[in-house]
């Protein structure tokens, strides 16, 4: 099992519009206790930003008609950053440090759980998340969103698109481009997903609702989702 697990907690699990607070208080139990069994294991959750981020940027964007895609994502990265808060004060005290809002500056580590949010425009908070698994040595990243699976195409538009279980990061890359948008919706940020090829990490994505497949990949036992790697 590893040590440090990383997750990067999807906002649209979290505040899909407003706070979900009936799965944040399933997944808490189930983290806490899941922790409680594995002594020595730490997890570090980086969570986005939902339906908020996506709201406030779309009103910046009606109200000014402005695509200033800087101006757009520190709008998206205060969702995250009360997000984070949330998730913090939940997990207190097995969380004990601040939220990470820098994953470049010193970060302590000294409780169980590390909550970070979004750092400074240009992607979104899987390319944080990615950054923190290099950090702590984590070879493996967990994407949990609103998704069980990456498919051939966005399944909310397309009902014919068909679930992939094993991607190779040029076969990702391929499908979601080189460019960054404020409040993009795909399973893993353009930018996250050439940071994670080039470090050779290896990425789960999967529903982060279902709570009996999120044990069974922290357990190591067979899971749905889509696992991408070089
Ligand atoms: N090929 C694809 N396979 C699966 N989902 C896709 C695909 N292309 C686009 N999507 C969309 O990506 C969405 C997931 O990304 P989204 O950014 O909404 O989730 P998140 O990362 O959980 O939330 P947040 O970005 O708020 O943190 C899905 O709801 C789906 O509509
Ligand atoms: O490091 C970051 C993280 C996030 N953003 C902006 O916030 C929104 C919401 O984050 P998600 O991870 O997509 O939920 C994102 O779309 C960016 O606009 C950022 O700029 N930098």
Same mark, same amino acid.
Do not use: C, Q
């Given at each position: #099992?590893? /040590?440090?697990?990383? #997750?990067?907690?999807?906002?649209?699990?979290?505040?899909p519009d407003g706070v979900d607070a009936e799965f944040l208080s399933i997944f808490?139990?189930?983290?806490?206790?899941?922790?409680? /069994?594995h002594d020595g294991v730490r997890l570090i959750l980086v969570v986005g930003g939902g339906g908020p981020a996506r709201r406030y940027q779309q009103a910046f964007r009606t109200i000014t008609g402005s695509d200033d895609h800087a101006l757009l994502d520190w709008i998206g990265i205060a969702a995250t950053r009360l997000?984070?808060?949330?998730?913090?004060?939940?997990f207190h005290p097995l969380c004990a440090d601040p939220v990470v809002t820098d994953p470049t500056a010193e970060?302590?580590?000294?409780?169980?759980?590390?909550?970070?949010?979004?750092? /400074?425009?240009?992607?979104?908070?899987?390319?944080?998340?990615?950054?923190?698994?290099?950090?702590?040595?984590?070879?493996r990243l967990l994407n949990l969103s609103n998704i069980a699976m990456v498919y051939s195409d966005d399944?909310?538009?397309?009902?014919?698109?068909?679930?992939?279980?094993?991607?190779?990061? /040029?076969?990702?890359?391929? #499908?979601?481009?080189d460019e960054w948008t404020p409040g993009k919706n795909v399973p893993f940020d353009p930018v996250a997903a050439r940071k994670a090829h080039e470090g050779g990490l290896s990425v789960i994505i999967a529903a982060g609702k279902d709570i009996e497949n999120l044990s069974a990949i922290l357990e190591g036992r067979p899971f749905r989702g889509t696992v991408i790697e070089s």
């Open positions: #099992m590893d /040590k440090t697990i990383v #997750m990067s907690l999807g906002g649209s699990i979290v505040a808490r139990h189930h983290i806490t206790s899941f922790l409680e /069994k997000n984070a808060e949330l998730l913090r004060a939940l970060i302590p580590f000294t409780g169980r759980i590390l909550v970070a949010s979004g750092w /400074k425009p240009g992607f979104s908070t899987d390319f944080d998340a990615v950054l923190l698994a290099e950090r702590f040595g984590a070879r399944p909310r538009t397309n009902p014919d698109a068909t679930p992939l279980p094993r991607l190779s990061w /040029k076969e990702f890359r391929a #499908m979601v481009g």
